[in-house]
Every structure is written in structure tokens, then in C-alpha cells.
């Protein structure tokens, strides 16, 4: 079991450890078990999280399932997801074999047969803590083998003789937006997961995670703005916002808008558990600041990177909120409601924001409860490397 501190940032703003206890058994019994979860289980030994809005099991939600229920001590729901994950969503042949399906149905028929790499980076670091926390077990429930298995077909596919394309691209080691694409996303950037994986994966695998865990902070200084702190959904490999045409998609990806509220969280966990700052860390404090003070009226929107508000409601308010609360972590603390500095202030106005706003409801929920849950494990010391 990890000995290592975790900052306890509820604490520091005078919550007790009974009220923060309290709150998360009541996210945790509303999050999986309540009337407006997101988690069902599905026969005897299954189980899946839905995406409300889109009523189908994504790799996103099932492998932030699985690193929530490792983080809670919730074995039996691990291994449900888990089961349900290499049941269904697994490919095992063809060019993605060794990857994931990232959309399948309830019933659990494939919707696609391309994988989404920000599954895979969950999947894995989330069986590696199963394997430390829960110790190794028989089959697909030999975690850290499976965990091994994921990465090593993410680097290895397209260059060991095996078919398909890599998860990362090697000549830069960022991660990639789906495998062989000429860009990236800037919330799939998890350093923290990297420097696990480098102590973790396959001896021949270790170097490449490694690299990559100094590639992705050098990355983040880009791809966050030097005045907004926003990023923009995709991005190209010098940071910049993807504004070339999608061919599956007639949407706009180059601006502040649902998968990019991630990455002020991600560098917010990277920083407690890794501090380390190569000038990632400088984004927190300009986006808390371009939305919690020269936006305070109506933060909850859509942006352009530079922080420009276009006056159209966000689909995901309350994600907007729990991520940009998360990122506290990487202000050094104390924090305090009456801190004179008004960095530590205002991300101690952003954690209390976050300490007042319930679970979300209705359709869109899924996606800003599960930031939710993470952001609450991340800010009450409960988001550990399990060792």
C-alpha cells in the first residue's frame, strides 16, 4: 500500500475530514448506485458505465470507471467493467487487434472498430494499480500482464511486424488523437501515467514512456495559450490549435470546448503526484483567472483559445468547473479564501465553487460526473499512485 502524502485542498480551505468524507460516499453511493447514475451492472459478473447522452459504453468511461473504483477499493465493480471491457470492446484480430472498440452499444455490439488512446492510457495505469493494490489474479484478472499487453501493442503495432499503427508517434513521442493520425489532443497528455508506465511496462518499453512523460510537459507550455491558459480540442504537434478539415467530422475542434477542459486537471495531477514543472503549471493560474475573474458572470461558456467568449452556453458546464477546480493542485498551497495572493485566492474560489455544486442531472451527465468524481479523489488526497 502507497505511503506517499497526498494535499488534502478541501482540507485547506477548512473543510473537516467528516464533511469530506461524508461528500464522497454520497458522490460515490450517486455516481454508480443512485438514481441518476451512470453505472449498471449488466449479469453476473459485468458491468458497464453509459454515456447518457449518447446512450453507448465508451472506452473513456469504462476505463475511468475502472482507475475510480481502484482509487475506492471497489473490486468487484472493477472487475465487472474490466470483464465487460475485454468481453465486448476488445479487439482481437485485424489491424486493431490489441486495442479497444471505442464506442459499442449497451447490448455491447461493436459501433466502431477504431480505438480512442485515451482508453487504452486508463485501461492500463488503472490494471497496474489493480495488480499493486489487489495483487495479480488468473486470465484477463492477471492485471499487470494485461496492462503490459495494452501499452506494448500502443508503441510496438506497425513496427514489430504486428499490423496496424501506433498509439504514439515515435519520432516525437506524443501521443496521438487515434493511431497514425498527424495530430494530437491535449487532454490525452498524462505525464503522470507515463512515469508510471517507464517504471512499470515491459523492460524494452520503459525508455519510450519515459521520454514521452518529457515530451508531454514540454508539449502542454505550447498548447495552453500564454494569456488564457485555454487549450483548443485537438491540436497539431507544435501546440497549435487543428484547424484543417476532419473528414468524419463537420464540427469544430480548435476551440475551448469539451475534451480540453481535461487539461488543466491532467496538470494538475501530474504536479502532485510528480512535481515536476518544465512551465506547464504557469496555464492553471491564467485559465482560472481568465474564467474565474475577467468572465466571473457567466464563465460556463464557449471559447476561443485566446479566451474570447462567443456567448453560446457550454455543453458541459459543471465539467468546466470541477477541471478548472482540480487544477489547483498545481498552485502551491496553502490555499485560502482570504490569501492575500490572488493566485492561492482565487484557486481557493474555485475549489469552494466546486465544494458547492452537486453531482449533474439529466442527460448530459456522464462526462462532467465522471470529471466529478475525479476531480473530488484528486482534491481530498484520495487520486494515489498505488505502488
Not at 499490423?163 to 497514425?180: A, R, Y
Request: with cysteine; net charge negative; proline share 5%.
Amino acid at each position: 500500500m502507497t505511503q506517499r502524502q497526498y494535499r488534502n485542498v478541501f482540507a485547506e480551505i477548512g473543510k473537516s475530514k467528516e464533511e469530506i468524507d461524508k461528500r464522497l460516499q454520497e458522490i460515490v453511493e450517486g455516481f454508480f448506485y443512485g438514481p441518476d447514475k451512470v453505472y449498471f451492472e449488466a449479469g453476473e459478473d459485468m458491468g458497464y458505465l453509459e454515456d447518457t447522452g449518447n446512450h453507448d459504453a465508451r472506452t473513456e468511461g469504462m476505463s475511468y470507471g475502472m482507475m475510480m473504483c481502484v482509487q475506492l477499493d471497489m473490486k468487484e465493480e472493477f472487475d465487472r467493467i474490466w470483464k465487460w471491457s475485454k468481453t465486448y470492446m476488445y479487439m482481437a484480430e485485424g489491424e486493431n487487434e490489441g486495442y479497444f472498440a471505442w464506442s459499442c452499444g449497451l447490448d455491447g455490439k461493436k459501433n466502431a472498430y477504431g480505438p480512442a488512446p485515451d482508453g487504452e492510457e486508463f485501461y492500463a495505469m488503472a490494471l497496474f494499480f489493480a495488480s499493486h493494490r489487489w495483487g495479480d489474479g488468473e486470465g484477463i484478472y492477471n492485471y499487470s500482464k494485461e496492462a503490459k499487453e495494452i501499452l506494448h501493442a500502443c508503441i510496438h503495432k506497425g513496427y514489430d511486424g504486428r499490423p496496424g499503427k501506433p498509439m504514439w508517434n515515435h519520432e516525437n513521442k506524443l501521443i496521438l488523437f487515434v493511431p497514425g493520425i498527424d495530430y494530437t489532443d491535449p487532454s490525452y497528455h498524462l505525464p503522470h501515467f507515463y512515469e508510471q508506465f517507464a517504471k512499470w511496462a515491459y523492460e524494452e518499453d520503459r525508455a519510450f514512456f519515459a521520454e514521452a512523460a518529457k515530451a508531454s510537459r514540454e508539449y502542454l507550455v505550447h498548447a495552453c495559450h500564454p494569456v488564457s491558459g485555454m487549450n483548443s480540442e485537438y491540436a497539431e504537434f507544435d501546440g497549435s490549435p487543428m484547424n484543417r478539415p476532419i473528414p468524419w467530422s463537420k464540427e469544430r475542434h480548435n476551440w475551448f470546448f469539451s475534451d480540453a477542459y481535461r487539461t488543466a486537471a491532467n496538470i494538475g495531477l501530474d504536479y502532485e503526484w510528480c512535481k515536476t514543472d518544465v512551465g506547464q503549471i504557469a496555464a492553471v493560474a491564467r485559465l482560472q483567472h481568465t474564467l474565474g475573474v475577467v468572465n466571473k458572470e457567466n464563465p460556463y461558456q464557449i471559447y476561443e483559445v485566446d479566451g474570447t467568449p462567443l456567448g453560446q452556453p457550454a455543453l458541459h458546464p459543471v465539467a468546466i468547473l470541477v477541471t478548472t477546480a482540480q487544477a489547483s493542485l498545481a498552485v502551491e498551497g496553502p490555499l485560502s479564501l482570504d490569501n492575500e495572493d490572488e493566485t492561492k485566492r482565487v484557486a481557493a474560489q474555485w475549489v469552494e465553487k466546486f465544494w458547492q455544486e452537486p453531482l449533474r442531472t439529466g442527460d448530459r451527465r456522464y462526462y462532467d460526473n465522471c470529471l466529478y468524481l475525479f476531480a473530488f479523489l484528486a482534491l481530498s488526497g484520495n487520486y494515489r499512485i498505488w505502488e
